[in-house]
Each structure stands twice: as structure tokens, then as C-alpha cells.
């Protein structure tokens, strides 16, 4: 009525895609660093819903790998890139989120306490997989960073092996996207 604005919820949804956007510019150099330094294949994901999808994609050019294709809609039941996205949900998307999970409660609680997350034929039989957070510059937790390969390299503590590369690149991301917040 007087002719004044005023800034509404839309503005903040608009600068998180925009943030996003930046993720995924960031997102093809980091994958392929860490896919040559790891030799498997690395993937980031995002949550949507009940589902976490494959947004970019850095894939083992030979060799026995665990191919996923970027937009691939996963569960959010099993594999360590779920148990990320799960481990700093609010209590109750996390419950919900444990119905029928191939994981607990207890299990989330040590990815918090470490940083990273490892599953060992928990999506597929015979393929392991790390997985280390994405921050956005507020600290939410936007996207989970993961290698993923057959149990024969991976072993049966991949995390071991694989969690500093896979740390170091999920802070690569979050760096990326704080930098470009300032």
C-alpha cells in the first residue's frame, strides 16, 4: 500500500539453488581428483525426499567399478552415502529415515562422532563404499561425497583405506562453496 518491499521466504530458497549451482561447477574436478587418487569410482549425492540421487559422477575408466549413472534415485535405506544425509537430520526425518534402514541409530551417532561414513555390502553384495558430508557456509549438511568399488579393493574396512581422500574432497566442496559465499 505504501509502495514498499519486502524480502520473502522465495529469496532464501533462490540463494540455495544458486548455491547448489556452484556445488555442482565445483563438483566435476573434485570427483576426478579423487577418483585417481582412491582408483574408484566417485559419485556425489543429494537428498530429494525419500530418495538420495547421483549428481555428479567420476567414473573408473577400466577395470571392475560400481557404475552409477548421474541421476540415478537411490533408497535412503543402505550405503554410506544414506547413512551421511541421515547422520545430521532433525530427530524425527532421522527416525523416519531409520525405518527399515540397513543401518541404526548407534551406527549414525559413530558417523557424527567421526565424519565419514563406509558401507560394506550394504546396497549390493560385493560392493563398499566411504562417504564424507558436503557443507553448505551455514554448516548443513547439502550433499554427501563417496567412493565406491567391488569388496575385493575396497576390503572389508574401506573407510580405513579411502577416508582421508574422501574427507579431504568434501571439505574441498564445502571450501568451494563458502569462498564463493563471501
Known amino acids: 500500500m505504501q509502495g514498499r518491499f519486502v524480502l520473502g521466504p522465495r529469496l532464501s530458497e533462490l540463494a540455495a539453488a544458486a548455491g547448489e549451482d556452484r ?17 574408484e569410482s566417485a559419485q556425489l549425492w543429494r537428498r530429494q525426499g525419500e530418495f538420495r540421487v547421483c549428481v555428479a559422477a567420476a567414473e573408473r575408466p ?18 554410506s552415502a ?3 544425509l541421515l547422520a545430521w537430520e532433525d530427530p524425527e526425518k532421522m527416525h523416519r529415515g531409520l525405518q527399515n534402514a540397513a543401518f541404526s541409530a548407534t551406527a549414525l551417532a559413530g558417523i557424527r562422532r567421526r565424519g565419514w561414513a563406509q558401507s560394506v555390502g550394504e546396497r549390493e553384495q560385493g560392493v563398499a563404499s566411504v562417504s564424507a558430508p558436503v557443507r553448505s557456509p551455514s554448516g548443513k549438511i547439502i550433499a554427501a561425497v563417496s567412493v565406491s568399488g567391488p569388496l575385493e579393493r575396497l576390503s572389508r574396512q574401506p ?11 568434501a571439505e574441498r566442496l564445502s571450501e568451494s562453496l563458502r569462498r564463493a559465499a563471501e
Not at 30 to 37: N, Q
Open 82 to 84: 544414506a547413512q551421511i
Open 62 to 79: 577400466s577395470g571392475l567399478r560400481d557404475t552409477i549413472p548421474v541421476g540415478s534415485q537411490l533408497t535412503m535405506r543402505a550405503g
Open 159 to 169: 573407510g580405513r583405506m579411502h577416508a582421508p581422500a574422501v574427507l579431504a574432497a
Open 23 to 39: 556445488l555442482l561447477a565445483a563438483a566435476g574436478p573434485v570427483l576426478a581428483r579423487l577418483r585417481d587418487i582412491t582408483g
